[in-house]
T-cell receptor, first 113, second 117 residues
Framework: AQSVTQLGSHVSVSEGALVLLRCNYSSSVPPYLFWYVQYPNQGLQLLLKYTSAATLVKGINGFEAEFKKSETSFHLTKPSAHMSDAAEYFCAASGAGSYQLTFGKGTKLSVIP | NAGVMQNPRHLVRRRGQEARLRCSPMKGHSHVYWYRQLPEEGLKFMVYLQKENIIDESGMPKERFSAEFPKEGPSILRIQQVVRGDSAAYFC???????????????FGDGTRLSIL
């Protein structure tokens, strides 16, 4: 079964600092991978998706993620954190032949002024 | 608003009552998914439906939970005889025809927060 692991349930960065949120997946076949952001009391908004076209994926709000098959990772980065980036971030995967999204447990990002 | 619409946003029920959660997919989407989010947890898949068909309900509890997506109207997630453990946020998502193991992203509603007294 597919599983997604997000290292660090809470991450704090200073405003303007690099954001790095980690995600590892377990699958012998590279899945489709997604990053979603959730603001308090709201639903999930898609940040970006990996679909095997390119290993470096650019998303909205300045975020990007790099797919590394050798490390089974899909870490999310942003060069400079903004206060508005404070939210919870979820990594998710779906496998070939499956419609289900398997989510990690999420990482809460705090941005310190 | 052409997004996924869920209502109510908040629902309070007493133990033993029924809860009905509604979801209208995005315009042009005919595939609906329900997920449950428990505190400090990610979202867990419950069920995937197309119009008038349940495609995959492998994540649904075997008892008390049911889902439908009728030809007309929203998708309904129904929980009978609710218990405290049903307290959670329930999210609906929709997509166009996902195909096989689709890379089509699912678009999420704002969820229904269910509280059981």
């Amino acid at each position: 079964a597919q599983s997604v692991t997000q290292l660090g349930s809470h991450v704090s960065v200073s405003e303007g600092a690099l954001v790095l949120l980690r995600c590892n997946y377990s699958s012998s076949v590279p899945p489709y991978l997604f990053w979603y952001v959730q603001y308090p009391n709201q639903g999930l908004q898609l940040l970006l998706k990996y679909t095997s076209a390119a290993t470096l994926v650019k998303g909205i709000n300045g975020f990007e993620a790099e797919f590394k098959k050798s490390e089974t990772s899909f870490h999310l980065t942003k060069p400079s954190a903004h206060m508005s980036d404070a939210a919870e971030y979820f990594c998710a995967a779906s496998g070939a032949g499956s419609y289900q999204l398997t989510f990690g447990k999420g990482t809460k990002l705090s941005v310190i002024p | 608003n052409a997004g996924v619409m869920q209502n109510p946003r908040h629902l309070v029920r007493r133990r033993g009552q029924e809860a009905r959660l509604r979801c209208s997919p995005m315009k042009g989407h005919s595939h609906v998914y329900w997920y449950r989010q428990l505190p400090e947890e990610g979202l867990k898949f419950m069920v995937y439906l197309q119009k008038e068909n349940i495609i995959d309900e492998s994540g649904m509890p075997k008892e008390r939970f049911s889902a439908e997506f009728p030809k007309e109207g929203p998708s309904i997630l129904r929980i009978q005889q609710v218990v405290r453990g049903d307290s959670a946020a329930y999210f609906c998502a929709s997509s166009p025809n996902p195909g096989q193991g689709s890379n089509q992203p699912q678009h999420f509603g704002d969820g229904t927060r269910l509280s059981i007294l």
